[in-house]
């Protein structure tokens, strides 16, 4: 079976949104909460709302707003904020998730001008996607690492095997409860104890801190440790039978040879990163 999954870009909603990444000018639509419509979930002052700017066809884009203050970052957020974020953002993800009305659901964050997003608010999106399954070319190895540190079955390691490369972090959260909650591209239902309880129930919170604590430390060392020119990088969500994972990836101009070639790269400083994050963190 080919491994070709084609999303599909409407230009024409793309021209009219606001890029105010770069561009001061421009208002910041999150600012300005009173004018926001389509909210679908609150918990102040994290915001899930529908995008004003569907770009990609047959699929059910939201915006999960982070903050009421546009010069917040995600990497500096005091502990209490993150882990709300955090375990907001994972619970309506896993909610779409076992909703099963999608083929898969895409859960992500850009930061800076490099990582692709348009809008420098602090945001998120979870997408759920009608027929494309997210997960086609996302390998197990891609989670593979050496350890960082480990705690209460969550993991940080960084990334021996890389998707695109140079530098990737991986988060992993193991609980086997969450094997429990259906799994859209695995054609899984729920399982009926689910039936009648919240995700939350699902989710241990002790964990889900520990898994924002790790995750904030990858996006603090990308943008302070790692290079004196990262100003950018993504975190990716997956979800792969009882685990959920987060990826970090500082981000740079990308790799001709992954564009051209779908090569990914490691770098050989390894042991460099390795030794810097203990020392800053632990
Ligand atoms: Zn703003």
Known sequence: ??????????????????YCIANPQVKCPFCDRGSLVNILAEDYPILLVMNKYPVLKDTYPTVLVETADCQQEFSDYPK???HKVISFGVKKWLEFENSQQFASVIFYKSHGPLSGGTVKHPHM?????????????????????????????VEFNLATKPRTGYTEFNITLTNPKLAKIADPVKSTGPQEELQGLE????????????FADYTQ?????????????????????????DRIIAKVIP????????????????????????????EKYF
């Open 217 to 241: 430390m990858a996006t603090h060392f990308s943008l302070h440790y790692f290079h004196k020119n990262c100003n950018s990088y993504n975190i990716f969500f997956y979800r792969l039978d």
């Open 251 to 278: 981000r740079f101009v990308t790799s001709p040879l992954f564009i051209g070639y779908s090569l990914p790269q490691v770098s050989d400083n390894q042991d460099a990163i390795l030794r810097i994050i203990r």
């Open 125 to 153: 999106q979870i997408i759920g996607l009608n027929t494309v399954n997210c997960y086609k070319n996302v390998l197990p190895e891609h989670f593979e690492g050496i350890i960082i540190d480990q705690k209460d079955g």
């Open 199 to 210: 995700l939350k129930d699902y989710l241990n919170p002790e964990q889900l801190n520990q």
């Open 80 to 82: 209490e904020h993150l």
């Open 1 to 18: 079976m080919s491994a070709y999954e084609l999303l599909h870009f409407n230009t024409a909603v793309a021209a009219k949104k606001p």
